[in-house]
Every structure is written in structure tokens, then in C-alpha cells.
């Protein structure tokens, strides 16, 4: 069975940090890149970045509105994603979802059940 | 602002066929593939059609994905109560160098 679970989450503090992880199984995690993509209350879905697979150098990508404050990576040993986010802001509240996607043929993606990261004071 | 724009809305009545419209530009549905996500409330997203007009195994031939220069589209045929949900279209964003998602739209079955 295929399972993408997220942790991490939680309430911060606008400028604190916060790390989520995304633990798959069920599927060669390694023929699939990863994307986080988030989703604040009551809005649409936003991406936020993507870690590609070994075959293509584990390059990242990240939307305008994280980077340099938001860095992901991977673990293929383990089968884990990262997203560790800095400098939080107010506007970061969301569900977090972590989204497999198969590489070869993209006909198969895999997404967890998110997790809510609230940015208050 | 969404890259991406959907009509917030759409509506059918049982058995109709909707067709859910996602305009782009082409950096985006001009040079790339079309994704189509279907969401119900508290849930994650599930992937309806990839590469533009393909359904996953286990997707309904009701159905089907389209995209013609800069606009791709989704149809519903045999619309059905269960289909009442949140459509997304996603497409990689060449100028961006990063993934962008329409606005989503909400499909009422009447």
C-alpha cells in the first residue's frame, strides 16, 4: 500500500522555523520527484517546490514566495522529504502536502494527508 | 492572482456534460503539459488527467482532458452527484521555473 505521511507541523511564531517530513513507502520513492504543495484555509492549491530524483541531480526548484527562506531535500536511503522552513511569515499558514510524482511517464502521483502549519502571534 | 485562470464556478445537472476551461500563456500550457486534479473538502488532491489528455488507471472515461495553444480544458460527461468537488489545472511554468496551479474551480451538481 502506498503512504505518504507528513508530520511536523504545528503553531509558530511569525519568524520562527519549523521543519516537516513527508515518510513514503509502498513505491520506489526514488523514481519520483517530490513536491511540496500547500494549501491555505479555505484557498487553492500553491506549490512551493520540488526536489527532482538522483537521475536528475537532485535539483531543486522553489516558487517566489519561499525561496530563500524555504529548503527542500531528500533522503532515498530512507525513503524521507524535508521541508524545513525559516522565517516564517503569517501568510505560510496552510496544510502542507507532500506529492509524489512519477518521473518516467508522470501518470502516477501519490499525495499525503497533509499536515497544518499556523503562523500567529 | 493565479498564472492559471478557472472560472470559480461551474454547475450541471445529472447526466449533462460540464467542461471546466483553464487559460494559461505560453510559458506555461503553451510549451507544456496540462495537469487536472479533482479535491473534496478535508482531503488531499487526486490526479484526474496528466500529460494534457491522459487518465491514470482507475479514472473514469467520463472523463477527458484537452489542450489547444495556451488553454486547456476538462470535461465531465454523465455528470454524476459524486463528481461535486474542486477542479485544479497545474502546468509547469518555463518563465517561473516552477509549477503554478489555476485558482480551482467549484463544480455543483445541481
Known amino acids: 500500500e502506498v503512504q505518504l505521511v507528513e508530520s511536523g507541523g504545528g503553531l509558530v511564531q511569525p519568524g520562527e522555523s519549523l521543519r516537516l517530513s513527508c515518510a513514503a513507502s509502498?513505491?520506489?520513492?526514488?523514481?519520483?520527484?517530490m513536491d511540496w504543495v500547500r494549501q491555505a484555509p479555505g484557498k487553492g492549491l500553491e506549490w512551493v517546490g520540488r526536489?527532482?530524483?538522483?537521475?536528475?541531480?537532485?535539483?531543486?526548484e522553489y516558487a517566489a514566495s519561499v525561496k530563500g527562506r524555504f529548503t527542500i531535500s531528500r533522503d532515498d536511503s530512507k525513503n524521507s522529504l524535508i521541508l524545513q522552513m525559516n522565517s516564517l511569515k503569517i501568510e505560510d499558514t496552510a496544510v502542507y502536502y507532500c506529492?509524489?510524482?512519477?518521473?518516467?511517464?508522470?501518470?502516477?502521483?501519490?499525495w499525503g494527508q497533509g499536515t497544518l502549519v499556523t503562523v500567529s502571534s | 492572482q493565479s498564472v492559471l485562470t478557472q472560472p470559480p464556478s461551474a454547475s450541471g445537472t445529472p447526466g449533462q456534460r460540464v467542461t471546466i476551461s483553464c487559460s494559461g500563456s505560453s510559458s506555461n500550457i503553451g510549451s507544456n503539459n496540462v495537469y487536472w486534479y479533482q479535491q473534496f473538502p478535508g482531503t488531499a488532491p487526486k490526479l484526474l488527467i496528466y500529460r494534457s489528455n491522459q487518465r491514470p488507471s482507475g479514472v473514469p472515461d467520463r472523463f477527458s482532458g484537452a489542450k489547444s495553444g495556451t488553454s486547456g480544458s476538462l470535461a465531465i460527461s454523465g455528470l454524476r452527484s459524486e463528481d461535486e468537488a474542486d477542479y485544479y489545472c497545474a502546468v509547469w511554468d518555463n518563465s517561473l521555473s516552477g509549477r503554478v496551479f489555476g485558482g480551482g474551480t467549484k463544480l455543483t451538481v445541481l
Open positions: 506529492q509524489a510524482i512519477e518521473v518516467a511517464t508522470k501518470s502516477q502521483d501519490f
Open positions: 509502498g513505491f520506489t520513492f526514488s523514481d519520483h520527484y
Open positions: 526536489t527532482r530524483s538522483k537521475a536528475n541531480s537532485y535539483t531543486t
